[in-house]
Every structure is written in structure tokens, then in C-alpha cells.
């Protein structure tokens, strides 16, 4: 698409679309939304920058490595959070028991495991989103 | 010639009607006395802000009381995206291998 | 009439469900069949998350300030989650299988596969 008008509204509304999706993962634990709707709207911003900008620069911004990292990161990041409270002596994924701090209710630093897991969770879905809409695109050529 | 597919309008149409009338047999909708809602959604509404420190619900069900489905769904996803690479995945070639192989062939 | 008001969740989710049902079975193209996969899975997300309906109460967020309030079901929500996930994984995957098969025979109707493919088989 080279189209100049779609260029200059993507480029100036595209940093209000992150924060938005940035918004709804990090209070997965206090509003409606969570890590999986919260990631699908990241992504989105992503894939509108690859629709207006073509394929080469949209995979500047996510390489194949970047989201390789991001992917498995994230599972890998949730298994050791659960093998840590096999280690303080409970059983496995345990949040109060094992004695991970649980703050004031309703702050954003509050409930010891969930807005961790939340938030690499949000980004595992956003990379899988644009990972998959990346791989569709590639094989044209 | 069209007989096809007035024949799967009408089946269509007697399973619509079959499951339409199976609503008659269910508990009202929003009745706050249903079978679904036993002891253990009770547990979670009273004492799931105490147990894990969140207001939402529904992201301390799926977060802290049943991690392990998430983590199961993580894998779902890992497993979907694993197989659309690998079907329509592009071969990166590395040059110096090509080179390599040009020199010594 | 009563009782088409009270339970209309339910009657638009089994209406839903039958008229994804006869897209399936009736186009020919790959990719319409799948949208109609996807109409399906959409009405069964509405049938079960509706069944936790409670009359007159409020969204599953916890006021601190004052409590004992009537809270909507939680629990088949959090269930419905996991599946919306798993939908998009197989719709990805299916719409992956269906650009290889046109890679392979150039058409995507499903009439056409079938023809070039018992034309192969006899000789």
C-alpha cells in the first residue's frame, strides 16, 4: 500500500495503540482484560504498521529471532516460577503459601505471582500474533 | 437438480427444531437458584480476594486457583505456531555455507 | 413468547450453530469451510458463557469498599478463555493447509481437488 495518507495517520496513532494494549496487560489483575486480549491489541499496532509500510520494514521491527526469544521465554519464564515453589518446600505454581508478597489490595504491585505471569504472558501472545500474520505474508516472494 | 439442497434445508431444520426444544428442559436463564452455581463458585467469590490479592476474578481463576491450564494453553499456542512455520516456513540459506560448498564441489 | 425472551441467548447460539453447520456442508470453496468452523465454535463460546448468568447482579469485580454483593459466575468465563485460544490456533493452521494445497493443485474448490485427484489414481 502506498498510499501517503494511510502512512501519516499510522505513523502519528500508532504509540497510542501500544499504550493502550500496554494498559490492559499490566492491570490484567485489577480491570477486565488480561494477558490474552491485552496481547491481541499490541499486536494489532504491529500489524497495521506491516499493512501501511510494507514487509521489509515490518520485519525490522519483530525478527525472527526477537520472537523466537519472546516465545519461548515465555513458557520457560512461567516453569521456573513453579519450580520456585517446589524449591521453598510446597507444591508446584503456589502463590500465597510459598510466600511471594502479596501487597495492598488494589494497587498494580499487588498479589505476589499474577502480574508477572500476566505480563509475559501478554507478550508471548503478541509475538505469536505477529509471528503467525509474518509467516503468511513471506511466502509470496 | 436442486434436490440437494432442499434435502439439507430440511434436515437442518428438523435438528433446529430438536434443539430448540431441548431448551424447555434446562433451568431458566439468570435463575439465581441453577445447579451451576455449587459450592465451588461460591468458594471463589467469597474468598478469592483473600486467597490471592487480586479484585478480578476471573484473572485470579486462571492465573493462581487453575495455573495449570494456562500453562497447558501457552503450550497450545507454541504448538500452533510451530506448526504454521514449519508448513510455510522459508529456508534461510547461509551464504558462507553455499560458498563452501561451491569451492570445495 | 415468554419463553423466547427469557432464553434468547440460548435460541441465537443454536441458531448460530445450524446456519455454520449448512456453510459447511454446502460451498465448495476451502476457505468458506473454514469460516464456517469458525461460526460454529463462535455460538458454542455464547451458549456456555451465558449459562452463568445470574439476574441483577453485577460483573465479577470485586468492590473493597463494600461487599456481599451478587457476582456473575465466574468460572465458566475462565473456561471459554482457553478455548477462544485454542480456535485461533486451528484457524491458523487450517488456513496454512489450504495455501499449500493450492501450491499443489491451483485450485482451492474442493470438486476440482477431487476430480484431479481421481484422474491421477486411474492411470
Same mark, same amino acid.
Given at each position: 500500500m502506498d498510499d501517503l495518507f494511510v502512512r501519516v495517520i499510522t505513523k502519528m496513532i500508532l504509540p497510542f495503540i501500544q499504550l493502550y494494549g500496554l494498559y490492559v496487560i499490566i492491570h490484567g489483575h485489577l480491570?477486565? =482484560? =488480561?494477558a490474552f486480549s491485552g496481547g491481541a491489541i499490541y499486536a494489532s499496532s504491529l500489524v497495521l504498521y506491516t499493512l501501511a509500510y510494507g514487509l521489509e520494514k515490518g520485519q525490522k521491527r519483530l525478527s525472527h529471532n526477537t520472537s523466537a526469544i519472546f516465545e519461548s521465554g515465555g513458557i520457560l519464564f512461567f516453569i521456573f516460577f513453579g519450580i520456585l515453589g517446589i524449591v521453598l =518446600?510446597?507444591?508446584?505454581?503456589?502463590?500465597?503459601q510459598a510466600g511471594f508478597s502479596m501487597g495492598?489490595? =488494589?494497587?498494580?504491585?499487588?498479589?505476589?505471582?499474577i502480574p508477572v505471569v500476566t505480563f509475559v504472558l501478554g507478550i508471548k501472545v503478541m509475538s505469536t500474533v505477529v509471528t503467525l500474520f509474518h509467516n503468511m505474508l513471506e511466502e509470496e516472494r | 437438480m436442486k434436490w440437494d439442497k432442499i434435502f439439507t434445508i430440511v434436515l437442518l431444520g428438523a435438528l433446529l427444531f430438536v434443539l430448540v426444544a431441548s431448551?424447555?428442559?434446562? %433451568? %431458566?436463564?439468570?435463575? %439465581?437458584?441453577? %445447579?451451576?452455581?455449587?459450592e465451588t463458585t461460591r468458594y471463589y467469590v467469597e474468598e478469592g480476594t483473600r486467597d490471592?490479592?487480586?479484585?478480578?476474578l476471573i484473572a485470579s481463576i486462571i492465573t493462581d486457583y487453575r495455573a495449570f491450564d494456562t500453562l497447558g494453553e501457552a503450550t497450545v499456542l507454541f504448538t500452533g505456531i510451530a506448526g504454521v512455520a514449519a508448513l510455510l516456513g522459508v529456508a534461510h540459506h547461509n551464504p558462507k555455507e553455499k560458498e563452501e560448498e561451491e569451492n570445495h564441489g | 413468547m415468554n419463553f423466547i425472551i427469557g432464553n434468547i441467548n440460548y435460541i441465537g447460539a443454536m441458531v448460530l450453530f445450524v446456519i455454520g453447520l449448512y456453510t459447511v456442508l454446502t460451498h465448495p470453496n476451502l476457505i468458506k469451510k473454514i469460516i464456517g468452523i469458525n461460526i460454529m465454535e463462535t455460538s458454542i463460546f455464547l451458549f456456555f458463557v451465558s449459562i452463568g448468568y445470574v439476574q441483577g447482579a453485577r460483573a465479577p469485580l470485586v468492590d473493597p469498599g463494600n461487599g456481599g454483593q451478587l457476582l456473575v459466575n465466574p468460572l465458566p468465563s475462565a473456561m471459554i478463555l482457553t478455548g477462544i485460544v485454542v480456535a485461533l490456533s486451528v484457524s491458523a493452521f487450517a488456513l496454512s493447509l489450504v495455501v499449500r494445497l493450492h501450491q499443489l493443485y491451483g485450485t482451492i474448490e474442493l470438486d476440482e481437488i477431487i476430480k484431479i485427484r481421481s484422474v491421477e489414481t486411474d492411470d
Open positions: 480491570s477486565p =482484560g =488480561g =518446600g510446597h507444591s508446584f505454581l503456589t502463590n500465597r495492598n489490595l =488494589g494497587q498494580v504491585l499487588s498479589g505476589g505471582l | 431448551i424447555g428442559e434446562l %433451568p %431458566p436463564m439468570g435463575a %439465581p437458584d441453577s %445447579p451451576s452455581y455449587n490471592t490479592g487480586s479484585t478480578n | -
